[in-house]
């Protein structure tokens, strides 16, 4: 598949599991979000990395652990979740850091809920 | 900080009635602006962007700092445009979006 892949696209887990959301991008970018959709608050970002370097860390709690081993893939990884942690965690790519003018190319998105 | 602000959660025309999704803004320096959309079952994608000054699918966007808005239009809406519209605004580090527009063309 082109674009931007997420999996799993669903994932029910427990407050003492811990999992992991992978996002898989082969267009060549080298920036990578993840943004978090909740049924009540607009599309909140998460995480920027930028050449698999984070760059911006919007007071996301320490449960919430990203990972950008190379400038395809990040993960997020997830422990002691929260209920309230249930949401669409979406991934996006672009080409350069500085997203001005430049699109960004959305995942399909996890669909998490925490029990 | 920045800020987006889409004052309409739903809105509901008629076929080939004129639509506009309001957008305002926040921002201390020249915004970048943008309008996502998410059809049914898609994934969110660019519909337009401010700087490129052009027309997608039908529909503009002009901005405007003085009222600091962007609004989306569309002078003849389409049962297809029903969807999620989502207005962004980006900085040098991030993008933000709105809250969200529902938008629903009615037969």
């Known amino acids: 598949e082109t674009g931007v892949t997420q999996t799993p696209r669903h994932l029910v887990m427990g407050m003492t599991n811990k999992k992991s959301l992978k996002c898989e991008q082969h267009l060549g970018h080298n920036a990578m979000y993840w943004y978090k959709q909740s049924a009540k608050k607009p599309l909140e970002l998460m995480f920027v990395y930028s050449l698999e370097e984070r760059v911006e860390n919007n007071s996301v709690p320490s449960r919430f652990s990203p990972e950008c081993p190379n400038s395809s893939h990040l993960f997020l990884h997830l422990h002691t979740l929260q209920p309230e942690d249930s949401a669409l965690y979406l991934c996006?790519?672009?080409?350069?850091?500085?997203?001005?003018?430049?699109?960004?190319?959305f995942g399909q998105g996890t669909r998490l809920t925490v029990v | 900080a920045q800020r987006v602000t889409q004052p309409e959660k739903l809105l509901s025309v008629f076929k080939g009635a004129p639509v506009e999704l309001k957008c305002n803004y926040s921002?201390?320096?020249?915004?970048?602006l943008f309008w996502y959309v998410q059809y049914s079952r898609q994934r969110l994608q660019l519909l337009l962007r401010h700087i490129s000054r052009e027309s997608i699918k039908g529909f503009t966007a002009d901005l405007n700092k003085g009222e600091t808005s962007f609004h989306l239009k569309k002078p003849f809406a389409q049962e297809e445009d029903s969807a999620m519209y989502y207005c962004a605004l980006s900085d040098n580090n991030d993008m933000r979006f709105g809250a969200g527009t529902r938008l629903t063309v009615k037969p």
């Open positions: 996006a790519s672009s080409q350069d850091l500085n997203p001005g003018g430049t699109e960004a190319f």
């Open positions: 921002y201390s320096g020249s915004p970048e």
